[in-house]
């Protein structure tokens, strides 16, 4: 079963405009990360967020994470046309072995 | 140079043949892995090698062999294939981080694009 659950499944917003996007999981992790995937191309990972941080930062993009809430959320502020892709989160930490398990994703679409 | 490269990119088959999937790395990683991701754009792993030895091997048919000759390497072969084998397969890999644990930032291909007619 999938790990982490995206919310929105899809977004679209005007350039310029920040981008949320919440990620829940399920079980205890050790780290979570989130990935980028254009149309037709593999995953490029963007950020990596231990269980025992609670925020990130890396240019536009912001993390949180709130292991109490088992959830993050991953903010593009002032978001360019380029930037639209699916967005994924991804749950490091053991569940029958060490595994990085992956969301369905949140498919931004920015509007020039 | 692109640091994890898969071939075919693209593989059309009828059901009931058998085709592999080839994948290499040069970044010097301890483990990789095999990805399948739907048509719903769902990612799920399939397998992961570190150092050759298989470590993870999540309930996939038996008809799907990956073989890692060595560390750089990890190939997937599937034996009759079905209408449901059609997908993107993605080999990935990774550090083995402090701890035995292999949860790191994860480097992908581009993937394989699999169509089983």
């Known amino acids: 079963s999938q790990q982490g659950e995206e919310d929105p499944q899809a977004l679209s917003i005007q350039e310029g405009e920040n981008a949320t996007m919440n990620c829940s999981y399920k079980?205890?992790?050790?780290?979570l990360q989130w990935y980028r995937q254009n149309s037709g191309r593999g995953l490029v990972h963007l950020i990596l967020?231990?269980?025992?941080?609670r925020e990130k930062h890396s240019g536009r993009l912001r993390v949180t994470l709130d292991t109490s809430k088992k959830s993050s959320s991953l903010l593009i502020t002032a978001s360019r046309a380029a930037d639209t892709a699916s967005y994924f989160c991804?749950?490091?930490?053991?569940?029958?072995?060490?595994?990085?398990?992956f969301g369905a994703g949140t498919r931004l679409f920015v509007k020039a | 140079d692109t640091a994890v490269s898969q071939t075919p990119k693209y593989l059309v088959t009828q059901m009931g043949n058998d085709k592999s999937i080839k994948c290499e790395q040069n970044l010097g990683h301890d483990t990789m892995y095999w990805y399948k991701q739907d048509s719903k754009k769902f990612l799920k792993i399939m397998f992961s090698y570190n150092n050759k030895e298989l470590i993870i091997n999540e309930t996939v048919p038996n008809r799907f062999s990956p073989k890692s000759p060595d560390k750089a390497h990890l190939n997937l072969h599937i034996n009759s294939l079905e209408l449901g084998d059609s997908a993107v397969y993605f080999c990935?890999?990774?550090?083995?981080?402090?701890?035995?644990?292999?949860?790191?930032?994860?480097?992908f291909g581009e993937g394989s694009r699999l169509t089983v007619l």
């Open positions: 079980t205890s992790i050790n780290n």
């Open positions: 990935a890999s990774s550090h083995r981080l402090a701890g035995g644990a292999n949860t790191g930032e994860l480097f």
């Open positions: 967020i231990r269980s025992n941080e």
């Open positions: 991804a749950t490091g930490g053991y569940t029958g072995g060490f595994k990085t398990i």
